[in-house]
């Protein structure tokens, strides 16, 4: 769904050469996602294989688009740029290889509309699953999110790869 006019929802995906993986979540995506929105793919290196694959397919898909992130390597600059030119009032922050959380995407706007400020995916509470991944992978993730805890976070999987917010709150997060 690409309605430009009613756009509510910037996907962000931050990407360091994921040729391989750009076509299948943008397909996804666009099956799973009824809330009009954008993808922004945002890249920090000119020779990223990233470009090549986005160019491949955008005009298959009008609302996805392409972001030099000119402020600096590294998710934080990426996901600022992003915010920059994202033109939905919500911004969901994802990772392209992540393709399990998609179908909550929807159900994370909700919330939102609803009056929540922030949303964040969880593998770790009632309803949640870590699928795959490699041993050492889980666990340092779930040693990190033990960390989060017991520094005060209320999130139970500070970890994930999917957030979602609403645009006026970004600031509050730098």
Not at 55 to 84: H, T, W
Not at 106 to 111: F, P, R, Y
Not at 128 to 147: D, E, K
């Amino acid at each position: 769904m690409s309605n430009t006019d009613s756009l509510e929802l910037s996907i962000l995906l931050p990407v360091r050469n994921e040729a391989i993986n750009i076509p299948i979540m943008v397909k996804l995506l666009e099956a799973v996602v009824d809330t009009p929105h954008e993808i922004l793919i945002i890249y920090d290196r000119p020779d990223d294989n990233s470009v090549a694959a986005c160019e491949a397919i955008q005009k298959m898909y009008p609302n996805l688009r392409l972001v030099f992130n000119d402020l600096g390597k590294g998710i934080p600059n990426a996901l600022r740029k992003g915010v920059e030119y994202a033109k939905g009032n919500f911004i969901l922050i994802s990772c392209v290889d992540e393709v399990g959380p998609l179908l909550a995407i929807d159900d994370m706007v909700k919330l939102l509309r609803e009056g929540c400020d922030f949303v964040s995916g969880t593998r770790y509470a009632y309803g949640g699953r870590r699928l795959g991944g490699s041993p050492l992978g889980r666990s340092l993730s779930t040693l990190a999110n033990l960390f989060f805890s017991v520094c005060g976070s209320v999130l139970s999987d500070a970890t994930t790869g999917i957030k979602i917010f609403k645009r006026q709150c970004f600031e509050k997060f730098q």
